[in-house]
């Protein structure tokens, strides 16, 4: 394992604040994984093992329903991990994982997962934490769907993409996955930001130019 994955370890929410050399230790159990741009890193209902940090590239997280119809859950660039519930129940996968682009990922199976935490429970502590978090988000988008109309809803996934890898390339189809609303609606209410100068986008890149305005479309 190249010099550098435990830095890129300690980034990891659960991950930080351990000792360097704890790092160092949980780091000789990760082993590294290229996906090409396109193919998926798992299947929802997949056996659940092991979770997945990326060292770089961007992975989406997703849904699909029995008729094709997809909603994308988080767009995930360096440094983000994913597969975090399999550390703790080992059960089937709640979502398909997609690689967006070429993808380096670092796995850790959750056995050796188990045995590290028997050695300090502060990790254990960290990834509840962590999994509350995407419980408020799923919370989020809960919520959005319920009483937000499609402009309110672009606008906050907007700003949340904002200076983000995952705002790179970003086609109007997986906006729309992502806010729950069709593509030709989604280029509708994008071209409106645009003309009002809320926002650029251009070759698939988002870029926030007026976020307090943009904002007020939220509220």
């Given at each position: 394992?190249?010099?550098?994955?435990?830095?890129?370890?300690?980034?990891?929410?659960?991950?930080?604040?351990?000792?360097?050399?704890?790092?160092?230790?949980?780091?000789?159990?990760?082993?590294?994984?290229?996906?090409?741009?396109?193919?998926?890193?798992?299947?929802?209902?997949?056996?659940?093992?092991?979770?997945?940090?990326?060292?770089?590239?961007?992975?989406?997280?997703?849904?699909?329903?029995?008729?094709?119809?997809?909603?994308?859950?988080?767009?995930?660039?360096?440094?983000?991990?994913?597969g975090e519930l399999a550390l703790l129940d080992g059960e089937p996968?709640?979502?398909?994982?997609?690689a967006k682009d070429d993808s380096v990922l670092l796995t850790l199976?959750?056995?050796?997962?188990?045995?590290?935490?028997?050695?300090?429970?502060?990790?254990?502590?960290?990834?509840?934490?962590?999994?509350?978090?995407?419980?408020?988000?799923?919370?989020?988008?809960?919520?959005?769907?319920?009483?937000?109309?499609?402009?309110?809803?672009?606008?906050?996934?907007?700003?949340?993409?904002?200076?983000?890898?995952?705002?790179?390339?970003?086609?109007?189809?997986?906006?729309?996955?992502?806010?729950?609303?069709?593509?030709?609606?989604?280029?509708?209410?994008?071209?409106?930001?645009?003309?009002?100068?809320?926002?650029?986008?251009?070759?698939?890149?988002?870029?926030?130019?007026?976020?307090?305005?943009?904002?007020?479309?939220?509220?």
């Amino acid at each position: 394992m190249a010099v550098g994955v435990a830095s890129i370890l300690g980034s990891v929410s659960f991950f930080a604040g351990l000792p360097p050399e704890q790092l160092e230790e949980l780091s000789r159990s990760l082993q590294r994984r290229t996906v090409r741009a396109g193919k998926a890193i798992f299947r929802q209902d997949d056996p659940g093992s092991s979770l997945f940090i990326i060292e770089s590239g961007v992975v989406k997280v997703q849904r699909t329903s029995p008729d094709g119809k997809e909603v994308i859950l988080a767009i995930l660039g360096a440094g983000d991990f994913f597969g975090e519930l399999a550390l703790l129940d080992g059960e089937p996968r709640s979502a398909d994982a997609i690689a967006k682009d070429d993808s380096v990922l670092l796995t850790l199976e959750r056995d050796d997962f188990l045995r590290y935490i028997e050695k300090d429970m502060r990790v254990a502590t960290k990834l509840l934490a962590a999994l509350s978090r995407r419980l408020r988000r799923t919370d989020q988008l809960v919520q959005d769907a319920a009483f937000l109309d499609v402009p309110a809803r672009l606008a906050r996934a907007l700003l949340q993409l904002e200076g983000t890898e995952a705002a790179q390339g970003l086609t109007q189809s997986e906006l729309a996955a992502m806010v729950g609303a069709s593509r030709e609606s989604v280029n509708r209410w994008l071209q409106f930001f645009r003309r009002r100068g809320l926002v650029e986008y251009s070759g698939g890149a988002i870029r926030v130019l007026q976020p307090d305005e943009l904002r007020r479309h939220i509220y």
